[in-house]
């Protein structure tokens, strides 16, 4: 015995089937596809440089007191040498940095009425370091 609505059915899936066989896949671009992946990695590395140069930039710990050492002031003297004024305690100690060492210049008490302002951070500072360099030269 023959169900009518299966013939129907088919007669459907029997019209559906070449149009199913016909269609073909669609050509894939590898050189697309990696370039796409390879602008997304970069987007990525980007976003994440980014974000961990803000976090290093606004971090909350360096803001505010810099415990018991701090750096009073410095001054760059070429690309990779610098003159640091450090205190610790009431210790000021001249340090020269450059080229992955950190030497001790010169030692010297804190200042009673030193007050740093915003123009001149050390004053006096360019007089003693004449002098410290001509003593050195000497």
């Not at 976090?55 to 750096?71: T, Y």
Request: glycine residues 14%; hydrophobic residues 50%.
């Amino acid at each position: 015995m023959k169900h009518p609505g299966l013939h129907g059915l088919a007669w459907l899936f029997a019209s559906v089937a070449p149009v199913r066989a016909a269609a073909e896949p669609p050509d894939i671009s590898t050189g697309g596809a990696l370039l796409q992946g390879l602008i997304g990695l970069v987007i990525v590395l980007g976003a994440l440089a980014a974000f961990f140069w803000f976090l290093r930039r606004f971090s909350p710990g360096q803001s505010g007191a810099q415990g018991v050492v701090k750096v009073v002031g410095g001054v760059m003297l070429g690309p990779r040498e610098r003159l640091v004024v450090v205190e610790v305690g009431e210790t000021w100690l001249l340090l020269g940095v450059g080229g992955g060492q950190v030497n001790t210049l010169h030692a010297l008490p804190r200042p009673a009425n030193f007050v740093p302002s915003p123009h001149d951070p050390l004053p006096g500072f360019a007089d003693k370091l004449k002098d410290l360099l001509a003593k050195r030269q000497a």
